[in-house]
């Protein structure tokens, strides 16, 4: 065992819990409140934090003058103050490779879906509204559209790859041209919603991505455009979201992720063409399985001394 106290919430899983005790000595609290706390903190060396348990502070990190490492899962860490982390050396690592296929799946059902309109459609039949002469009526084909993604890292890639087997046109916008990638890359979103059919957003949370996909967004998608979010809520204007869709400036949306999860603004609820989802991009049985091995990887490696095996961008790793 390693010489590399840790500290976890008390709702950690018990197999993760009982994983990660095989690695270093593993002290659980209550939350910040914790008296318990106290006894230990200034011999912790890591916290493990997962994405349910809320926001990971600057003043909690604070409060472990040892600390070298926060691992959490899952591709997104925007509820870990990374800020903090850096200007105080701690090491944040995240799970980014085990999310990819499974968000890449909802991504592109969400394409689907709100495109198609596929639930409108079931909805119309659940009700008992379909009958002779009383057709659904008819959605948009995905014949010759143009899909735009926003954000193109490990799950943007994985969407194009299902895209180009829907004979869609991908093209891409982000920090940077990409080398070695063959379709056309826009230097902004606005020029990206301009010259797509489907906009989808990639795009982490976190400061620098906050409200990036605006009004002016919207409007360069047009009234025959459909707005695609599988990223980050926060990356989102969700007040010009909601209007861009009440005032007819944009076709449709499909949304897995929202500003303030898990609260969804009553006015996307009720709209018909708005395709809504419960953030369950990487809600699967191999997912859960996935990061969970990862964040145990991580941990192993840090504690041992061989360092992250997945830090975050932020928190370089410095050998």
Not at 167 to 173: D, E, K, M, T
Not at 248 to 276: R, Y
Request: charged share 20%; proline share 7%; net charge neutral.
């Amino acid at each position: 065992m390693n010489d590399f106290p840790l500290l976890a919430q008390a709702s950690l899983p018990a197999p993760l819990a009982a994983a990660i005790e095989s690695i270093a000595p593993l002290h659980r609290f209550d939350g910040p409140d914790d008296p318990r706390i106290g006894a230990f903190a200034d011999s912790v060396r890591g916290i493990v934090w997962t994405p349910f348990g809320g926001p990971l502070t600057g003043a909690f990190m604070a409060r472990f003058p040892k600390l070298e490492l926060v691992a959490t899962m899952g591709a997104g860490y925007e509820h870990i103050d990374v800020g903090h982390a850096a200007a105080h050396g701690v090491c944040v690592t995240n799970t980014p490779d085990a999310v990819t296929e499974d968000t890449a799946d909802c991504a592109f059902a969400l394409v689907l879906d709100t495109v198609r309109r596929f639930p409108a459609a079931e909805r119309f039949l659940r009700a008992g509204q379909w009958g002779p002469g009383k057709p659904f009526g008819m959605s948009v084909s995905l014949r010759n559209k143009r899909l735009g993604i926003l954000g193109y890292g490990r799950i943007g890639k994985a969407v194009a790859r299902r895209a180009e087997a829907f004979g869609l046109r991908v093209s891409y916008s982000g920090r940077r041209r990409q080398e070695g990638v063959a379709y056309p890359y826009f230097a902004s979103a606005e020029e990206l919603a301009k010259n797509c059919d489907i906009f989808l957003n990639v795009l982490p949370g976190g400061e620098g991505t906050r409200a990036q996909v605006d009004k002016a967004v919207f409007d360069s998608l047009g009234p025959k455009g459909y707005f695609v979010n599988i990223g980050r809520g926060t990356s989102v204007d969700e007040p010009a979201l909601i209007a861009a869709l009440k005032e007819g400036h944009i076709a449709g949306a499909g949304l897995d992720v929202f500003a303030q999860e898990p609260s969804v603004p009553a006015e996307l609820v009720a709209m018909d063409n708005v395709v809504l989802l419960p953030h369950v991009g990487g809600a699967t049985d191999h997912v859960m399985m996935a990061v969970g091995a990862r964040l145990i990887e991580n941990v192993r490696s840090f504690a041992s001394g061989k360092g992250p095996l997945d830090p975050v961008a932020e928190t370089p790793w410095k050998k």
